[in-house]
């Protein structure tokens, strides 16, 4: 399989169509279609998100490799962290709005992936 066919069956194993999985990667439906139509590829900032969000390598996205997880490690997590706090990633007060909005996004993304 090529990485359009790869991205289509991994987004339609997510349960997601393609507007809800384009506002996660905060792209447009079209450009979700684009991608799984073959007729254009992400960049490489988006592949890394895309192989993060599905749990792949970027090789198995890419068609490289039938293994899902090749070379792929898991940071544990502190079990006694229960919350995300602004405190944990620094001084937030500095960046922009939309660096904030971006973040939210990303707990967003986290929520809808494991709150099925």
Known sequence: MNF??????????????????????????????NWENGNRNPDSATLSKLADYFEVSVDYLLGRTDERN??????????????????????IDNLPDEAIEKINEYIEMIKLKYNK
């Open 4 to 33: 359009a066919e790869i991205l289509k069956y991994e987004r339609l194993q997510t349960g997601l169509n393609q507007a809800e999985f384009a506002k996660i990667f905060s792209v447009t439906k079209q450009t979700v279609s």
């Open 70 to 91: 090749s070379n792929i490690e898991k940071t544990k997590l502190d079990e006694s962290i229960t919350t995300i706090s602004a405190h944990r990633i620094g001084d």
